[in-house]
């Protein structure tokens, strides 16, 4: 799993950015779960140097739920669920039951974006421009890149006469294998 972090230059000057970095590496430091990294912050932490702590905290969670190589626990990997939506009037078929063909799969792929959200996380790239004290211009872009295999379809539901839900689950065992080969070790 790969997490992308993109600090604008204006917003976060080098010393600041250098403090965080190094705070980061000292943190990663501590590979006990117990040795929590926001227990250990000083009661003057910054608000960038928490938000790092309880990303530290958070990644060291999940290493200790994919078992650094060993099984994955049933009982601390929980099953993950995603639900979907599409409109049927908005698909490209040339027939209303082709239509509704095509929402039920934009429903499920819309689900299945959502479970490789939950799976490998989600990429932020934001952008903010400020001219005469004023912003001018401001841009937030996501995106998701994972593999998702073994969802299960839980239930298919039609939403007023015009809509599909599709609900999808990946049971723990198929979490804790995508975990594990996220990160090379499947």
Not at 17 to 22: H, K, N, Q, S
Not at 170 to 186: E, F, K, M, N, W
Request: proline letters at 4%; one cysteine or more.
């Amino acid at each position: 799993m790969k997490i992308y972090w993109k600090f604008p230059n204006a917003i976060w000057p080098s010393g600041l950015r250098l403090a965080l970095i190094t705070s980061f590496v000292g943190l990663t430091a501590c590979t006990e779960l117990s040795d929590m990294a926001r227990s250990a912050l000083p009661a003057n932490a910054s608000p960038e140097t928490e938000q790092l702590a309880a990303l530290k905290d958070d990644l060291d969670t999940l290493d200790f739920i994919a078992g650094e190589g060993q099984p994955v626990s049933i009982e601390t990997n929980p099953s993950l669920t995603a639900i979907g939506f599409a409109q049927v009037a908005t698909q490209p078929g040339s027939t209303l039951n082709e239509k509704r063909l095509l929402a039920l799969r934009a429903a499920r792929v819309d689900a299945m974006r959502l479970l490789a959200e939950q799976v490998h996380g989600l990429r932020i790239d934001a952008t903010t421009t400020i001219s005469d004290a004023a912003i001018s211009s401001d841009t937030i872009r996501a995106t998701v890149d994972g593999t998702i295999r073994g969802a299960r379809t839980l239930r298919i539901t039609p939403k007023g006469s015009d809509g599909y839900e599709v609900e999808l689950q990946l049971d723990r065992d198929t979490v804790g294998y995508l975990i594990r080969a996220a990160r090379g070790r499947a």
